[in-house]
């Protein structure tokens, strides 16, 4: 069967539509609710992963509204920065790829035309995110508060923000070496890539400038580790790399072409001068910095022209790279050949031992090569035992004799100490260059430049850090590692710079005009901007009307009102603070600290935020999804296939909020084909009618376990739990029910409809279209969660239906053992009475000690068990090593003689054979002897 997914979804958005269900209001004496998703960039189409979060939104605040609460579930779009420059910038030039895309996901050739211009490319995609995804997808949100980034009403906002941070002294200016897109300016690095579309985990380092003396030039090479400096052995240049003589500060130096491109951007009157070969300089010597010694300069492959200066200073002793190009140079005669080396001079270099690093020698390079047997210098292991070798060495190295005056120092004292000798005696200088390369959104390189006067957020400022992570405590944070986790990043987050130069997208900065704010800085109060919005939007306040006062007002309670003030106040003061701000994992180090902190910076401690939820992503099979290439598929077409409940299913389901998956178009049609089950169960279900027996009392049992269990798991928000009990559990024990001769229709009706609101959810127009065929009168979506009934859960009803269940199990492995495909007669045997005595006896033991020979003593002390002698002993000993066997619940013989009795009619259709009933007592069989309470015995015929 294939339900009409798409007439379904249809029909009941419209009408959650015309209820306004997600209009949130001021209500004076109802519990609140405010939840939000980090709004997403306008950088092009979203796609599959992105509705992960997006969907955990809508279930929480569904569950909320249910669970009787007014819930304010705003959005919006974040259009700061260069996305949608870098975008229109791509059509402006037609490029195909990008044309391709968008014609792909159904934008029309019309549309394509307009979208030369970014602020036309911010407006077609807020559209399409709402109308295409998000309503689409069955969002119950407050539309009237829709707000965009670029907007001069938020941009309002903003500049309020900033003017609370400088009267706070929270903004300063300084000097500052920026990531920068050479087209455009400043660019953020960071794992949100709001700005970037290639290069998020890529580091700012700070070199060390080392220059090498030679005839009227200084060879330059670059090196994080100015500290080794008493190692080195020789000098790395590449001499397939093209390098470059440039003046600089009226020194002349020779990097590769590369390096002098960037040096351009952080030192002022860079003079290009002429082209060099390098190969001329092999060979030859130079004086090393800070050593003053002479050392060859020598070729290798390792030397990279795009990373630091492209020469490097060799240093075998305590760098892998520079052990393993050493040992190929002085193995490879022919190469000494080419370049006119002396191979026996080449091979008479030696190791100058250091640092000593703890579990390590003299030599830790060549140490861990050698023990791993890297021969070459492309082995990827390279990579990753440097690491390990500056990692352990930074952290655990003490200086050795032959470093001087630093002798005996820890290595994290000598570095800076000898950089600062170094540049003080004019030896080096300082260089910054990015990890990796990083692209910008409009495809162009991103470098690393000065900028003297960058306006910076002062996150370093400790009060506010101390504040921060008090709060922390008081807040829900989810997952509970990122809890613990967060006043560590707290404690490691800096000044932050919050404005660029240049024609972006966004707030202008209050104080100076020339500055746009960029987008991290300009998306962390913005939450509170939600209760203005609506305003705004309805044209209770005009743009212009967006003052200090007003703000200050709203927001922190002072001054004056005008009467229309103090509803949007009121509206304030109900929905704040924000309850939960869901955001994926890459907002961890980014988005998080500094919302926090603005929050803590600016409102009162009232207004504080709640808590946090992280979810993780969806990715593909091997790698992220790329919002640029659509996804695994155009979210338009994902719900064409499978369905918005499915997906909605699938990302509940499919694993932890808190770990990535893999998208699987194979797993959400299963999701699709659970949903389509159920539907056909309630099918059959509605069409019973029968009357009320024993399996009823057990199903209104189950359900109520179900419904304590899910309001348990809830208090967590454990939607991986809501989903299994929901669409697989009670699915199962209504299949269980049916089998069982269940048919009584008040309960089965009952039933459905508690089991329809806990679907709400998650899959919410399912759970619509099988209240209107149970001819429900009101919407599910606005009704009243259900709360377990204690009274009507029965022990006794469960452990009747187990003992049922363990029966079936039983007597189905009996048939297997005795090799029998059709019985005659089956003997079931209830246990001896006394066993159900011990048992209770058992049970109230374990709840006082774990202790067998303590219990054990406590039973023979027993009259009754005394007699049983050993037979006691090694039941209780066997039970107690696995006290999992003993039933949740002991009954009595009669009932259980009762149940098994009830379902005899039952198990005889199961197996079509004849049932007997025996208790245990009337026996000496040893099947007899082997039952239980809580498990029959069993011989067949």
């Not at 987008?519 to 005009?542: E, G």
């Not at 089991?755 to 099988?770: A, C, D, F, G, V």
Request: charged letters at 30%; proline letters at 4%; a neutral charge.
């Amino acid at each position: 069967m294939t339900l009409d997914w798409k007439k379904i979804q249809k029909k009941w958005q419209r009408e959650w539509q015309k209820a306004e269900l997600g209009k949130a209001t001021f209500q004076k004496n109802k519990e609140k609710f405010m939840m939000i998703f980090a709004y997403p960039g306008v950088s092009g189409y979203l796609h599959v992963g992105h509705m992960r979060g997006f969907s955990y939104t809508d279930a929480i605040c569904r569950y909320e509204r249910l669970k009787g609460k007014e819930v304010l579930f705003p959005l919006g779009t974040h259009a700061s920065g260069n996305q949608a420059l870098g975008f229109a910038n791509k059509v402006r030039h037609k490029d195909k790829t990008w044309l391709t895309y968008l014609k792909n996901n159904g934008c029309p050739a019309e549309k394509i035309k307009e979208l030369i211009y970014p602020e036309k490319v911010v407006e077609y995609f807020n559209q399409v995110y709402i109308n295409d995804y998000w309503k689409k997808f069955g969002f119950l949100c407050d539309w009237d508060r829709f707000t965009c980034t670029i907007n001069k009403d938020y941009e309002k906002f903003i500049q309020w923000q900033f003017k609370k941070l400088q009267q706070k002294d929270l903004l300063v200016q300084k000097p500052y070496f920026a990531t920068a897109c050479i087209e455009h300016g400043p660019v953020a690095v960071d794992p949100s890539e709001t700005d970037i579309s290639k290069g998020g985990n890529a580091e700012k380092n700070e070199y060390t400038l080392l220059k090498f003396k030679i005839d009227n030039d200084y060879l330059i090479a670059a090196t994080l580790r100015p500290e080794t400096i008493y190692g080195q052995t020789n000098l790395w240049v590449n001499p397939e790399a093209e390098h470059i003589r440039v003046e600089v500060e009226g020194e002349k130096w020779i990097i590769s072409k590369e390096a002098a491109e960037k040096l351009k951007y952080q030192k002022d009157d860079v003079l290009l001068k002429e082209d060099v070969d390098i190969k001329a300089y092999l060979g030859r010597t130079v004086i090393a910095p800070g050593v003053e010694r002479e050392i060859i300069i020598l070729p290798s492959k390792l030397c990279n022209p795009d990373v630091g200066t492209g020469i490097v200073t060799s240093v075998p002793s305590d760098a892998p790279y520079d052990y393993v190009a050493l040992r190929e140079l002085q193995e490879d005669k022919d190469k000494c050949k080419k370049y006119g080396l002396e191979i026996n001079k080449i091979r008479s270099i030696q190791l100058i031992p250091i640092i000593k690093t703890k579990g390590y020698g003299n030599f830790p390079g060549k140490e861990i090569v050698d023990k791993l047997n890297i021969k070459r210098l492309d082995d990827p292991r390279l990579v990753e035992v440097t690491k390990e070798i500056y990692k352990a060495g930074f952290h655990t190295g003490i200086m050795m004799d032959t470093c001087d005056q630093y002798a005996g120092k820890k290595v994290e004292e000598a570095k800076e100490l000898i950089k600062a000798k170094l540049l003080e005696q004019g030896l080096a200088d300082l260089f910054h260059d990015l990890s990796e390369e990083v692209t910008c959104r409009c495809g162009g390189k991103v470098i690393i430049k000065r900028i003297d006067d960058q306006w910076f957020i002062k996150y370093s400022d400790p009060e506010l850090t101390e504040r921060s992570k008090e709060q922390v405590k008081e807040m829900n944070i989810y997952p509970q590692e990122y809890q613990e986790n967060l006043p560590h990043v707290l404690d490691w987050f800096q000044d932050r710079a919050c404005a660029r130069l240049g024609n972006w997208l966004g707030s202008k900065f209050p104080f100076d005009d020339k500055w746009i704010i960029e987008p991290i800085s300009d998306s962390t109060l913005y939450p509170a901007y939600y209760i203005v919005s609506k305003f705004v939007n309805n044209k209770t306040i005009k743009t212009a009307e967006l003052t200090e006062e007003f703000f200050d007002y709203v927001f922190l309670g002072k001054g004056t009102p005008q009467e229309k003030w103090k509803q949007i106040k009121d509206e304030f003061d109900y929905f704040y603070p924000l309850d939960i701000n869901l955001g994926g994992k890459e907002h961890k180090t980014v988005h998080f600290p500094v919302f926090l902190m603005n929050h803590i910076a600016i409102l009162p401690e009232e207004k504080w935020p709640k808590g946090i939820f992280v979810n993780w992503w969806v990715i593909g099979k091997g790698s992220k999804i790329s919002k640029s290439k659509g996804g695994a598929v155009p979210i338009p077409d994902a719900i064409e296939q499978y369905g918005v409940d499915a997906m909605r299913l699938y990302y509940a389901h499919i694993g932890s909020p808190h770990i990535d998956v893999v998208w699987d178009e194979t797993v959400v049609f299963n999701y699709k084909a659970t949903l389509e089950r159920i539907y056909l169960l309630v099918e059959q279900l509605k069409e019973l009618d029968g009357k009320l027996k024993s399996i009823d009392t057990w199903l209104i049992s189950r359900i109520n376990e179900h419904v304590k269990k899910i309001n348990q798991v809830m208090k967590e928000y454990e939607l991986r739990e809501l989903a299994s009990l929901t669409y697989y559990t009670i699915y199962d024990d209504l299949r269980w029910y049916i089998r069982r001769g269940g048919n009584n229709k008040k309960v089965i009706q009952e039933v459905i409809m508690i089991w329809i609101k806990l679907m709400n959810p998650l899959t919410p127009h399912l759970s619509e279209e099988l209240n209107h065929k149970l001819n429900g009168q009101e919407l599910v979506s606005a009704s009243v969660w259900p709360e377990d009934q204690e009274s009507r859960i029965s022990l006794k009803a469960t452990a009747g239906e187990e003992l049922v269940r363990g029966a079936i199990n039983g007597m189905r492995n009996v048939l297997k053992l005795a090799k029998l495909e059709q019985p005659k007669i089956f003997t079931l045997f209830i246990s001896e009475e006394w066993k159900y005595e011990l048992f209770n006896l058992l049970s109230q033991e374990l709840k006082v000690t774990r202790n067998v020979g303590e219990i054990l003593k406590t039973v023979l002390a027993n009259d009754k068990f005394k007699i049983k002698g050993k037979e006691i002993s090694n039941l209780v000993q066997g039970m107690l090593k696995d006290a999992s066997k003993l039933p949740q619940i002991v009954t009595s013989q009669e009932e259980e003689l009762k149940v098994i009795k009830e379902a005899r009619e039952f198990l005889e259709k199961e197996f079509a054979c004849e049932i007997e009933i025996v208790l245990g007592d009337e026996s000496e069989h040893s099947k007899a002897q082997s039952a239980q309470p809580g498990k029959v015995g069993i011989l067949v015929e």
